[in-house]
Every structure is written in C-alpha cells, then in structure tokens.
C-alpha cells in the first residue's frame, strides 16, 4: 500500500492510499504519526478502514496536494552506504575509520523541522554550502527494545525517500570540533511523496532484513547527478534497529535514516568545493517504487 496524506480545497487534511492511479481516501487527520499507525497496527483496523472508505469516492491526483506523509516521533540518521562513506572520507584525505566497520553509527536530527513534496525548503541563513541527501527511511510502528536484526522487519511499517539537507560549510566546522553534525543539519528534512508499505517492495527483497534491489536517483533542476542502488547498504536496516533499539525502547513514529548512497550528494561530486545549490534550483529524489520527492530551494535570507 502506497499510503499518502494529502488535502484538497474544500476539505482538511486526510490520509489516503493510490489505487489505480487514483487516491482513495482512508480517514481525516491532521497529523499522520505514531498515534496513527497505533490504530494501523490494531488487529485489522487498518483493514476495516480500508473496507469502510471503499464506500468514498475516489480523487484525481491532479485534484489534491500531497503533503509530507509522516510526522516522526523521533529521527535517528545512520551513515551506512559504505560508497558514501569511503568518498566522504578520501574528500578529507584521510581513511574510513576502523570503528566505522564495528558497528552502525548514527545521530539524531531534527523531527520538527519537516517538510514534504512540493515544498519550498528555506535557504538557512548561516550558510554558503546547500546540499542535498538521497536517503531511505524506514518507519517503527511496533515498539521494541533490543530488537534482533533478523526479527527487525516485524517492526517496520514501511519506507519512504528522505533528504537530509545539508549545510555543508557549517558541517565542517562542527565536525572538526568533534561533535555533530547539528545545526548544520537542523533546518530541514524531507519526507515523501508516499509511506510505502514493505508488501509492495516483497519481490525486489534481498537476503538481507530491510533492503531490496531498487534504484536510486538525483536530480538537480532535472539534470542526473547521484545513482546509487538501495541494495548497496553495507549496514542493512535490520542492523540499524538492532543497534538504535539496543536497552531503549523504539516507539511507534520512530524514523530511522539509512545515511546518504554513494554519489547521493553533491559535497562527494565535487570533492567538498561547491558548487552548492542555489535559490531556486530544483531537487528531484527518486526511488523505485516509493516515489519522486520534490523540492525547490527558496530565497536566502539576509544574515
């Protein structure tokens, strides 16, 4: 199911899935959040609401507009395409740490500051050196705690593209310091255009708990810049939950952020020295099955 939350000019906000092209309303909703798939997770609720909307009529998509498919409850980002990380790493001249190896690393970023298709996403104010980050997100609906990796896909409701925008300058400072990334991550994060449940990805799976063959692609004012395969994950999701859920309680609403896909951003295209994007440039982030998230970049303010 290609679920979406979406809202039209007479009516509030809704969540609704596609259906033969078409988007068949599910139920209002100001939010979509933990809360929600709480009542998707009830034994065959979300079948029983499925079944009561049969009775409304369906949408033409070019009758509404999507909004961001999710509210998180929290994001945790992981760095686990090793592509990205071995070309983010010789950017700096330096090797891909031992540690990085050990063990999924992740960090929390901002579950406020969220954004969906179509979006204008701010330009930060702070900064000099906009990215773009071709990601995956997965989304906990059933709560654990020290949850095996190879059990973790009973925890993921589905998956949705995610771009961690970048304030690449700001990152390099906070990095040198030794903590971060943060403020240079904290502005903006995109989510869309669907909430994409795992049924709809089952014959692209991979031996591997969270990862299917589906490519990966970025766009910038529709010129390809990053291709890379979800497949690729040196870390799989399953490990990312094994590792974010390890004596803490994963809650329904949870994100977790598969980190960038190799060639998934500009600062490893450019080895770090821009160009960056501009006011007005438009992200394209594309990923088989779940969707095209788009966005475009909005006017800077002044410092």
């Known amino acids: ?48 609401i499925v079944n009561g909307a049969s009775k409304k009529p369906q949408l033409e998509r070019r009758d509404i507009w999507i909004e961001t498919p999710f509210q998180p409850t929290s994001l945790r980002d992981f760095y686990a395409f090793e592509r990205h990380v071995l070309t983010a790493n010789a950017n700096r001249g330096r090797e891909v740490p031992k540690e990085w190896y050990q063990f999924p690393v992740f960090y929390f970023s901002n579950s406020t500051t969220i954004y969906g298709p179509d979006d204008t996403i701010p330009y930060p104010s702070y900064s000099d050196a906009l990215d773009y980050d071709l990601e995956i997100a997965c989304v906990i609906s059933k709560p654990g705690r020290d949850i095996p990796a190879d059990k973790a896909e009973e925890h993921i409701f589905g998956y949705m593209i995610f771009n961690d925008w970048s304030a690449r300058d700001v990152q390099r400072l906070e990095m040198r310091v030794g903590l971060g990334p943060a403020k240079a991550k904290d502005f903006a994060n995109s989510f869309g255009p669907y909430l994409v449940t795992p049924d709809e990805l089952r014959d692209r799976h991979m031996d591997r708990p969270g990862v299917y ?70 992200v394209e982030l594309e990923i088989e099955r779940l969707g095209i998230l788009r966005n475009t970049i909005g006017e800077k303010r002044k410092r």
């Open 1 to 48: 199911m290609r679920l979406l939350r979406f809202s039209t000019h007479n009516d509030p906000p809704q969540i609704g899935y596609l259906l033969n092209n078409h988007v068949q309303p599910l139920l209002e909703s100001q939010e979509f959040t933990g809360e929600t798939l709480r009542l998707f997770a009830t034994e065959n609720r979300l079948q029983m």
């Open 213 to 282: 063959d589906l490519e990966m692609i970025g766009r910038v004012n529709g010129v390809e810049k990053s291709h890379g395969n979800w497949k690729d994950l040196y870390w799989s999701f399953g490990q990312m939950i094994e590792r974010a859920s390890q004596d803490v309680t994963l809650q329904s609403g949870d994100v977790i952020g598969s980190g960038t896909v190799g060639t998934g951003c500009l600062l490893e295209l450019n080895k770090g020295d821009g160009p960056w994007l501009q006011s007005g440039d438009v």
